[in-house]
């Protein structure tokens, strides 16, 4: 678990997405450096435990064990990517720790048809001959227009070589075949009465924002609920940490 801020009680939960980890959100903690923030690595990611289950629920069952310990009031929930998905998991399971939701670019309720693909994709080609390749796959893709420093920090903290003397992510292969299962469950709404900002990434394309987690927001939360459209493409909070910052501002105030 990765913590940021000041001393004191955690006032922020980070999750990061599917193949991520918590470290990741060191780029946006500067942005905001007076919030107390707590970023795990998911369960198969990053230096938590890789030992199975890979399932929403374990997590957010972590998730819960962690603020317990560490927040003595509900916390603002940010979540990217497969991490707005399990927000809202915890926010429906423990809405007594979740004052509001800021969903990043979140990945929920996705095709099945698409997952797998993308699973198999993944399970064919797991890993890179060096460095430079798994740079410019990021590079020129989702991470286009992040600053090419903290992409470089997030390949310092995250690539490793692996035994077979190829280069790949601090993630267990099998948990992220799991996980991309997982992505296509059913949606699951926060209770009503939740603040919630999503903020869709609109470069994406295909989108992982879909028209009928938007029309469930709306519906379940009514004027709680606020939809932005950033120009910038799936890493949200490191393409655009300011506005990201902002909002994070917002909503603990709300709160």
């Known amino acids: 678990m990765h913590r940021y801020g000041p001393s004191g009680p955690v006032r922020m939960l980070a999750v990061h997405g599917l193949t991520g980890h918590g470290q990741r959100w060191q780029h946006l903690a500067d942005y905001v450096p007076e919030i107390t923030i707590a970023a795990p690595d998911l369960v198969g990611h990053g230096r938590s435990s890789w030992a199975a289950p890979w399932t929403i629920d ?18 603002l929930v940010v979540g990217h990517s497969f991490g707005g998905a399990l927000a809202m998991h915890l926010a429906a399971a423990r809405p007594d720790q979740v004052s509001a939701l800021l969903l990043l670019d979140p990945a929920v309720g996705l095709d099945g048809t698409w ?20 740079r ?10 992040v600053d090419p420093a903290v992409l470089d920090a997030d390949l310092d903290e995250h690539l490793v070589k692996l035994p077979n003397g190829r280069y790949g992510w601090r993630v267990s292969l099998p948990a992220t075949m799991s996980y991309w299962s997982e992505l296509a469950r059913d949606i699951v ?30 519906k379940r939360l009514g004027s709680d609920f606020e939809l932005l459209d950033f120009e910038c493409g799936h890493m949200v909070p490191h393409a655009k940490p300011t506005e990201i910052a902002a909002l994070i501002r917002k909503l603990l105030v709300v709160r």
Do not use: C, H
């Open 58 to 75: 374990a997590n957010v069952a972590a998730f819960a064990a962690l603020l317990d310990d560490q927040a003595t009031t509900p916390v």
């Open 115 to 134: 997952t797998r693909d993308i699973a198999d994709a993944m399970l064919s080609s797991p890993d890179y001959p060096d460095p430079a390749e798994a």
């Open 136 to 145: 410019e796959e990021k590079a020129a893709g989702s991470w286009a227009d």
């Open 189 to 218: 709404l926060p209770p009503a009465g939740t603040p919630t900002t999503l903020v869709r990434a609109a470069w994406n394309s295909p989108p992982y924002v879909n028209d009928r987690l938007i029309a469930g927001l709306r």
